[in-house]
């Protein structure tokens, strides 16, 4: 109960006389939900998604290009149709498959960087 209390005691010193210490001035800048900061990147797995939206003029375009492209992926079990089930006796499948996963990978790398 000692070391309970002791503790408290340092945690409401902290928070109640030097609430500021822990908390950048920039915490108090009002965020203008119109402007993003150039310097923000999101999270890794996002980059590829984020970088596309940024090639095309517009964020509409953007989006619609990459619905196809789920779409697309989506739908490649129904388009390839062919009687042999090995992938690698698939070159349709193949090709697209290893060719998404480049270009994702690519994507997210230029996106990295940029």
């Not at 980059?47 to 003029?57: D, E, I, R, V």
């Not at 697309?72 to 129904?78: D, E, G, I, V």
Request: overall charge neutral.
């Amino acid at each position: 109960m000692i070391a309970l209390s002791l503790y408290l005691a340092c945690f409401m010193v902290f928070v109640f006389f030097f609430p500021n210490i822990f908390i950048p001035s920039t915490s108090y800048v009002p965020a203008n939900p119109l402007v993003t900061p150039s310097h923000i990147k999101p999270e890794w797995y996002f980059l590829a998604n984020y970088q596309t939206l940024k090639l095309f003029p517009s964020e509409i375009i953007g989006l619609t290009v990459q619905a196809i492209a789920m779409a697309f992926l989506a739908l490649l079990p129904f388009i390839d149709r062919g009687e042999e089930k090995h992938p690698l006796k698939r070159p349709l499948f193949t090709f697209c498959a290893v060719g998404g996963i480049l270009l994702w990978i690519g994507m997210t790398v230029w996106g990295e960087i940029s």
